[in-house]
């Protein structure tokens, strides 16, 4: 059971350039969230998805798109790499029957 | 709006000695809150929960205590040990009926020797 699985584990992108953060999980967790993290700061919630087909906006969606196309995955997609960008994310899966979150090891991006 | 905030944002305490981590959060709506873990490169881990008909829970050397009067929430780790260093953050559900956190911007736990 290997939880929730994040990759990459870090990235440099260019201004302008475009990558997609995969985020997978096993447990069957139908809801599942995308947080960034500035440093010395909160998580502030991007994207979350209630289940395979469904996903709504949250604190700060601008830049980014998801897509939910199975139970499992959950990825997060940057189309113009910016500066403001620069973040660690952490995708999260959450287990509704005990409100209990389950979070990656998170994604380093640098944007240069 | 909706917020959760940290009285201290660092705390350095002796080992062995107990920790008390605040948390303040403003939505008097909010059903559930969570205490973080979070330590250097790694994602939060789950320490310990309450619900808001709660005002204390008690797990392996912490305790969670919530006071809805003036809508405050600590976490209290007893005989802090070197492991225990670590970011801290408190979340909790916001309105009613949804499952997304509000998480506070934590509270770095320093452990001295």
């Known amino acids: 059971n290997a939880g929730v699985t994040q990759t990459p584990k870090f990235r440099i992108l260019k201004i302008g350039q475009s990558m997609t953060l995969q985020c997978t999980q096993d447990?069957?967790?139908?809801?599942m969230y995308w947080y960034r993290q500035d440093p010395g700061m909160g998580l502030k919630l991007i994207y979350y998805?209630?289940?395979?087909?469904?996903?709504d906006k949250g604190e700060v969606p601008n830049g980014y798109n998801v897509s939910r196309s199975t139970t499992e995955d959950f990825p997060l997609r940057l189309e113009l790499a910016a500066p403001s960008q620069t973040s660690v994310y952490f995708c999260?899966?959450?287990?509704?029957?005990?409100?209990?979150?389950?979070f990656g090891s998170g994604t380093r991006l640098t944007v240069v | 709006g909706e917020s959760v905030g940290l009285h201290l944002p660092t705390l350095s305490v002796q080992e062995g000695d107990n920790s008390i981590i605040n948390c303040a959060y403003s939505?008097?709506?909010?059903?559930?809150f969570i205490w973080y873990k979070q330590e250097s490169g790694k994602g939060p881990q789950f320490i310990i929960d309450?619900?808001?008909?709660?005002d204390k829970r008690q797990g392996q050397r912490v305790t969670v205590l919530l006071n809805k009067t003036v809508k405050h929430l600590s976490l209290q780790i007893a005989a802090t040990q070197p492991g225990d260093s670590a970011v801290y953050f408190c979340?909790?559900?916001?309105?009613?009926?949804?499952?997304?956190?509000?998480f506070g911007t934590g509270t770095r736990l320093k452990v001295l020797a």
């Open positions: 999260a899966s959450q287990d509704t029957s005990n409100y209990g979150y389950t």
């Open positions: 447990m069957n967790h139908n809801y």
């Open positions: 998805s209630v289940g395979a087909g469904i996903t």
């Open positions: 939505n008097s709506a909010s059903d559930y």
């Open positions: 309450i619900r808001s008909n709660m």
């Open positions: 979340a909790e559900t916001g309105n009613t009926g949804t499952y997304k956190y509000i």
